[in-house]
């Protein structure tokens, strides 16, 4: 509906209301009552019927009363609702409702924004709450009234907002309710969303034929990224762009961007592009600017990420391009433009090229969802730095899938999209009395003791892949694990007779319970002994509260809630079980690197790794593992294992076979077993993996032992990382 004229001008609407009011209020529903209809235009469109639908609905829900609806011109007292004539100052996304001469507007600029201004109307003026899919704050009143001089007009800065979070994406009313998109891309043509290079250009169809349309790197071609001055490369990709807009024609967008690793082609043409332009983006925008002349009428996304995030120093992108700029590098313990002060360099210099801005945010840690993780008081000064740099597209990569208080990062994320100048204290203690009701003092108090502890570490940094176990000095330090469970425990006891509610608290306590349980592993010994709590309880509580929830993966590498659990039973019955190799010296024939202090002792110290190489493992980059463990004197053994560890996307993988040898004297070794890998590496290799290389047999007597695990040495030519040094991770061997 088309709505003009002067009931929806701004100027005489003030004049109207000072000189026609006749009282201070308007009454919508009174003593179980109404004299109001839901009124649409004849032709209303879909979005806007469900607009009305979706007021009537909650007002009864309100006040029991139920406002019929109406189409066309209509008689008495109505709530208008359409979509308004765009104008200069009314946008496509504004939205405004009022009151004018006793009758009630709710309008947008588009039917979309319409039924958003339905939805910022209860919530504004009626106090309506939509916390998650299945959990909403609806007041009950029998009278509402509104003031005769209401009006409120907003046009929000991001126009395409994303919080990438599973609530909004399988429940699209719920998306409707906090105004974020039902899907991750919208607009994008299918199968051209983000890392598109190895779709346009598969190495399987054309690398061992021409090899010289990928990269170049140290004197050999490997289909990593693509050769950007290639004139074939260009006629394939301009090609299949055509091919799949004229499959998907309704589509906006196709992304036309560099594939997820940093092997960009080093060949003397494209070279020189980078030296002119002083980056690598140059290549890239050189060659997606003649993608985008050809599709003018389309928009050509493409990223700016990692070894493209700088931008050209000459070069700009046509209008049609977007640039999706990525925050992925960034410290999240606190503001982007506090410690990520490269980033704000490029967000500022990108926006002096383009006003056609996509930004690319994270706010999970993508290796344990599950993990505490306090960002929460970063989300609202980053996108205000957004803002301010005219980002009208935001996408807010959080976890999908459930991670740290689910339902509030999804909330408050979406809130803050919606409006950066909210106070984002304000919309947290809303969302957890509301949420966790009589439980919420003391979620809120681990909420901010969490935040606290970390802003007092100003050397750490919270990477998105990082691991728990590198906050157990800091924020996740033994006695404030130990706060963090007795406030879980007091939430708990707080809702004890609400079981809903109480499951709400378990979920939210999986994060502590999670932090709890890989602590542990550094002594797992101790942990069993001494815990007032028995971790194996603590694992069957996560194992019952994960399974009710639905909450099925751990990482974003399909690592999952099963087969953690499983690892972890085991890993509890190796712990119970003797070791003769517990604590006993080691001397590494091979240097390792980084990982573990580069202590040979992991071996041997009972801490025990999990499904991230930062806790426990030894790790070993471009070189095989060689060890030799001292038992101290000629023991009788009879069986010998060792765990490996596999992330492939990060180049670890496991070894191609692993040898025991042993030794009387530490000089002279002789062969006990050789076992071969029995998940051998192949492109679909289970991307997080862990597998026990282990020897069982008939008794031997000797002193010293000897492993030797063969490093794969380079990534295969298949991998992204192709010809980069991969790593072998080994942790505790066992004995006995």
Known sequence: MKLSGIFFTIGLLVITLLTCQTSSSVTLIRSGQSEYLINLDKDATELETQAAQVLQDYLQQISGVRIDITKGETKGKVIRIGQAEQSKDFQESTISYGVLDGQVFIQGGSPKSTLEAVYTFLERELNCRFYSPDVEGIPSKGRIELSNSLQFEYTPAVTTRTVHSRLFYENPEFANKLRVTTEAFPGYAPGARVHTFHRFVPAEVYYDQHPEYYALRNGKRIPTQLCLTNESVFEIVRDTVAALLTRHPDAGVISVSQDDNTQYCQCPKCEAIHAREEAPSGSMIQFVNQIAREFSDKQISTLAYQYTRKAPKNLKPEPNILITLCSIECDRSAPIEDNCQDFTADLIAWGEKTDNIRIWDYTTQFTNFLAPFPNLLTLHPNIELFVEN??????????????????????????????????????????????????????KDYIETVHEEIAQDSSFFLFLYGDPSQGFHSF??????????????????????????????????????????????????????????????????????????????MNEMRYTVEEYIHLYQQTLQRATQPNLASAKPVSLLEKPKKYANEDPLALTDGAFGGSNFYANWLGFEGNDLAAVIDLGQPTEVKEISAAFLQVTNHIVFFPKEVQYLASDDGETYRPIALIQNQRPLHPKSKINDIQYFTHTGTPQTFRYLKIIGLNHKIAPVWHHAADLPSWVFVDEVEVR
Request: glycine letters at 0%.
């Open 476 to 553: 996740l330090r033994e006695e404030l694990l130990v706060y963090y469970d007795s406030l879980y425990n007091e939430a708990t006891e707080a809702v004890k007779e609400q079981p809903e509610v109480r499951q709400r608290v378990q979920e939210a306590r999986l994060s502590v319970d999670y932090a709890i349980l890989e602590h542990a592993k550094t002594n797992l010994q101790q942990a069993l002994e001494q815990s007032s709590f028995p971790i194996a309880e603590r694992l069957k509580r996560f194992k019952e509260t994960t399974a009710r929830a639905n909450i099925t993966a």
């Open 390 to 443: 005219n980002a009208k597209w935001i996408f807010e990569q959080h976890s999908n899938q459930p991670s740290e208080l689910f339902e509030l990062r999804s909330y408050l994320t979406a809130q803050l999209l919606w409006d950066p100048t909210v106070n984002p204290e304000d919309i947290m203690d809303d969302f957890l009395e509301g949420y966790y009701q009589e439980a919420a003092p003391f979620v």
